[in-house]
């Protein structure tokens, strides 16, 4: 690893960069969209069933709702990751010379 001069500016390696936040965004989004279409499924179901799946339905439909909501809120932790600064090399001859 090689050290920093002072004055000399420091390049974020694109390994160790941080996601986007539209990313964990869209995540969650569609984490939650996905628990909402199952608890739609569950009230369809909970109305052509009977017995026990009725029921097993209809707690699902009453409690999918709040578990979406924490998953959708649940931001995920922002990895550090090995923050190393990279030093700009100096181009090769050959490119200097094209």
């Not at 909501?69 to 931001?75: D, G, I, S, T």
């Not at 922002?78 to 094209?98: C, I, M, N, S, W």
């Amino acid at each position: 690893m090689s050290t920093i001069r002072r004055g000399e500016p420091t390049v974020q390696s694109v390994t160790s960069a941080r996601s986007r936040a539209d990313d964990d965004i869209n995540a969650r989004m569609k984490h939650y969209l996905v628990t909402m279409g199952i608890r739609t499924a569950c009230f369809f179901l909970a109305v052509v069933t009977q017995g026990w799946v009725r029921w097993t339905c209809v707690a699902l439909a009453v409690v999918l709702p709040y578990i979406a909501v924490l998953f959708a809120n649940a931001r995920s932790p922002r990895a550090a990751g090995r923050l190393a600064p990279v030093t700009p090399q100096e181009p090769h001859r050959e490119q200097l010379e094209k």
